[in-house]
């Protein structure tokens, strides 16, 4: 049984606070914030109410110019970078809530290191 990260509803605020803070920071005005079902969503979600942007149910289209520029996509964790590969190649903005080094994608933003535990998000069942 792998050793597992307990991260708290607590640890989610603190995150949030700190994404919002850098995306506001950056003066980047996005329209619309898409989260990668599942882990995504959580986050999408409140960035969605804290930044006042239109949550994206769907994925966004690759065929209409403009949406790398206005969309930010979120997840919970870049861990091997192959959800994240597409986005990224399309040019679109990242943020997480943890990263792995070996990712092969590095988020624009992402507040915690991945070590080599399982983290149990306050979201998922136990």
């Not at 619309?32 to 979600?45: E, S």
């Not at 206005?70 to 091997?80: E, F, K, N, P, R």
């Not at 192959?82 to 809530?97: C, D, N, Q, S, V």
């Not at 092969?104 to 998000?121: G, L, S």
């Amino acid at each position: 049984m792998p050793e597992i990260q307990v991260y708290t509803w607590q640890d989610f605020e603190t995150d949030v606070e700190k994404i919002t803070k850098t995306i506001k920071a950056w003066k980047k005005e996005f329209i619309y914030i898409y989260g990668i079902p599942r882990g995504g969503l959580p986050l999408a979600v409140c960035l969605s109410h804290r930044l006042n942007r239109e949550l994206m149910i769907s994925p966004p289209p690759n065929d209409r110019l403009g949406y790398p520029e206005t969309t930010l996509i979120v997840d919970d964790i870049a861990d091997s970078g192959k959800t994240l590969k597409h986005y990224r190649e399309a040019g679109y903005f990242i943020a997480t809530l943890f990263w792995h080094r070996q990712s092969t994608v590095k988020p624009d933003i992402a507040n915690r290191e991945k070590q080599d535990r399982w983290i149990q998000f306050p979201w998922e069942a136990k």
